[in-house]
Structure formats: C-alpha cells, structure tokens
C-alpha cells in the first residue's frame, strides 16, 4: 500500500522541513520526503496550497475509561483526536480506579488495543489512588509501558511523598508531570481572584496556589535531578520561576492549553461554565504573558487538557459545575487563529509545540516526518474558517470553550499508521 502526497507545503522543523515537497508512505512508514517525487502509489492526495505536518501528539488527554464511559471512552477520545489532527495521546489517569498498578494498565491496555483510534500513550498516577500517600511501583510500570506518572486532578501535597517520588523516578528515568495546586490555598474557589471574581460574586483561586506548588515542585527537580513537566500553566509567575529554573539547568519542561493564551477571567461575566476549569483562566496580563513564553521556549508544548463533563455535570450552577473543558478537536485551530494569524508563531514553532515537544519531553517516537517514522501526517487547510458547533464534536462530551466563535485552520486529513482515517473535504 503505498500514499503520494504531492506539493504540500512540508513543515516539520525536527526533520529540517520547510518547503514545497512531496512525501511517499510505504506500508504505514514515512519512506521518502523530497522534492517532485516520481514513484508508483495507490493512492494520490493532492496536497497543493496546504500545510503537511506531523500528526499531533497531545501530552494532557482525560480518556475517562476506565469509569467514566458516559463522558468520553478511547474509542470516543480518540475519535475526537483525529478530527483535531492529534494521532497521539497521553491518557490521564484519573479514572475510576485510577491507573496506579500493572493490573490496572494491564487492562487499559487491553481496552486500548481493542479500541483507540489512534496511538494512546499511557501514564500511571504517582500515589497509590491519587491519595498523595504511597508512591506507585514506578519500575514495574514502566516495564509495563507507562511513559509518565503524574496525579493530575490533585497535587502531592506531602514534600516528603513527592520528593520520595521524584527519586524513584529519576532513577527509573521516568518524567512526573506536575499538576501544581496547593489546595489549602484554593479553599472553595471556583475562578481566578480578583476583580472579575469580585464583581461576578463568586469565590476566587489565588494566583499562589498554583505559583507557589511550581516553585516547591521545582526545588524538588532541582535537589533530585529529577525531570518535572510542569501541566497547563496558567499565570505569569509561573512562567517566570520556569525560566528562572530552566537557567539554572533544572530538569523541567511545562505546557499551557490553548484556552489560556486565548481567554481570561473577563470572557467569564456571562457564568459560562464551559470556561471553568483548573487552574482558572487567570487575567489579560497573565495571557499575555503566556503567549510570549510560548514564543520565547519557556513554555515547551501545547496540550489540551482535554477535560470532557456530561451536560448534566456543566450545565448547572457555576459553583457546582465541574471543572474542565474539551480541546481535541479545537487546539490546532485556536492556535492558527490565536498564534499563527497573529504572528506570534510561525509554522514550525507550532509543529515543535504541538507535535516535536511533547513527543521528545515523552520519548516516544512519535510527531515526526522523519524518513522511516510512522506515517501519522496531517493536512492542514490554513485559510479555511468554520465555526464551532456541538455538532462538530466527535467526543461524546460538548463541554468546550469556544462554541460560537469561529476559527481559521481546519484538517482536511488526518493519515494515522499509513492510513488515511479521517477526511474533511
Ligand atoms: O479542569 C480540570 N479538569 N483540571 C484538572 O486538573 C482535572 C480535569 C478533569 O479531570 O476533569
Ligand atoms: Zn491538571
């Protein structure tokens, strides 16, 4: 089985592309990238006037499976990423039960395997239930496959639990990805603090819950040498202790979500729900700030945080809606419109964040053009707009941030092991 496409602007800057080129898939692998390539095939797609790049590799996905089936499944999931151009996810593991054992990631994988439709890469929690108390056996579930450990949804408040944890994993060589949140700190908030909370009468999450635990979670990297991802940043002085930590050679590489660098407290006077999540959307400085680490390399990736909630869940009260927000299908566009169109990224630093970055901060071999990589490749009209609906959704759960608006960038293919799986023509 063989895949032409031709005349597609490549673009994939871990593979030094650039250019005009053509790119030929032989049984599901990568194997030529050149210029007018002359060469038998099965199938031909024109590619002319679009942006060819690596399939996406999506480091903050919430499959919700096992538990959660009525939200989102990895069939459900993974559907969902390949309309969003993502061909690789990393599954949270705050399911029910959490994925905190062999046994457990023994049987995702099986649900996995039957299931996805796309590559889903595995974490594991760090504590034992995500209670913040017994660190995981972290080299059996590494020999099992799992890539990161992390118990996203709630911090390790014990100092002397997560720093237990990050020696394990330095010596397993494993990454722990941070959720840095200091719960005594956030009491019942349930958006940023500060002005908007004030006017809106509704309780406010301080700045310092989040900065704080990244400068604690930070130390901790640097006094084991162990390597730290810090998840979904949200505020400036984040962003500055990352840099701060990033010069002095910590280990550690950190995310934000598209709905950070595009929204902020003050999108939130109507109560919408579908913009609470956590860490909150933080002030029009703060996204700001946000983008320019983006730009600078302070911030690595961009992940989604793909957080999917029933309607019955979201389409309540503000206080007692849950917290997160869908993004698979939307965060390449939102970050064509907010980053591309706006200049502040070109292409290639949108492949290095959403494709190149996270696969390196994971060591997986993924989200990459290079000859004899997996063909997982999308194509991408730049120019075309369309507005987001319920309708578009493939994930079971309809609970995003950007219903209404319209974006500029649309995948018109997304080719996943040398197959052609999804198309928007
Ligand atoms: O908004 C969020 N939702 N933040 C998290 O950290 C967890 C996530 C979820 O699992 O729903
Ligand atoms: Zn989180």
Redesign the pocket.
């Given at each position: 089985m063989k895949i032409l496409i031709k005349n597609g602007f490549v673009v994939d800057p871990s593979s030094g592309f650039n250019d005009v080129m053509d790119i030929l898939i032989e049984n599901s692998l990568i194997s030529r990238v050149e210029k007018n390539i002359q060469d038998a095939f099965d199938t031909l797609i024109d590619a002319t006037d679009k942006i060819v790049m690596p399939g996406l590799v999506d480091m903050h996905v919430?499959l919700?499976e096992p538990g959660r089936e009525d939200k989102e499944t990895v069939s459900s999931g993974t559907k969902a990423a390949l309309r969003g151009g993502v061909t690789s996810v990393l599954a949270?593991p705050?399911t029910t039960p959490a994925i905190d054992s062999v046994e457990q990631v023994k049987l995702l994988k099986k649900i996995v395997q039957k299931t996805a439709h796309a590559n889903v890469f595995l974490s594991s929690a760090i504590t034992k239930g995500r209670m913040g108390q017994e660190v995981v056996d972290i080299v059996a579930l590494k020999n099992e496959g799992v890539v990161a450990l992390t118990d996203?949804?709630?911090s390790v408040d014990s100092t002397e639990v997560m720093r237990e944890a990050l020696m394990k994993a330095r010596d397993a060589n494993m990454l722990i990805i941070c959720?840095s949140?200091d719960r005594s700190l956030v009491k019942n908030g349930v958006i940023n603090l500060g002005l908007i909370s004030t006017q809106l009468g509704l309780r406010g999450i301080p700045k310092e819950s989040e900065y704080k635990r990244v400068e604690r979670d930070l130390q901790l990297a640097s006094a084991t040498g162990a390597a730290i991802h810090i998840?979904?940043v949200s505020c400036c002085e984040s962003i500055a202790l990352i840099a701060e930590a990033k010069a002095k050679g910590t280990r550690v590489t950190a995310e934000t979500a598209p709905h950070y660098f595009t929204l902020c407290d003050e999108d939130l006077m109507g109560y919408d729900t579908n913009l609470?999540?956590?860490?909150p959307l933080r002030t029009c400085k703060d996204r700001e700030a946000l983008r320019v680490a983006l730009r600078d390399g302070i911030l690595d990736a961009i992940a989604s945080?793909h957080?999917?909630?029933t309607e019955n869940e979201k389409e309540i009260e503000f206080d007692r809606a849950?917290?997160?927000?869908i993004g698979l299908e939307t965060e390449l566009a939102v970050s064509i419109t907010e980053l591309i169109e706006t200049r502040l990224l070109d292409w290639s630093a949108l492949v290095q964040k959403m494709a190149n970055n996270p696969a390196k901060i994971l060591g997986i071999l993924k989200g990459t053009l290079k000859v004899g990589a997996d063909a997982d490749i999308i194509i991408v009209d730049s120019k075309r707009e369309w507005t987001v609906t319920k309708e578009c959704f493939a994930s079971m759960s309809n609970n995003s941030s950007f219903l209404g608006r319209t974006l500029k960038g649309k995948v018109v293919c997304t080719i996943y092991g040398g197959k052609v799986v999804f198309k928007n023509t």
């Open positions: 919430h919700r949270m705050n996203d949804g709630d959720h949140e998840a979904h609470k999540m956590n860490p945080d957080a999917p909630h849950e917290f997160g927000v």
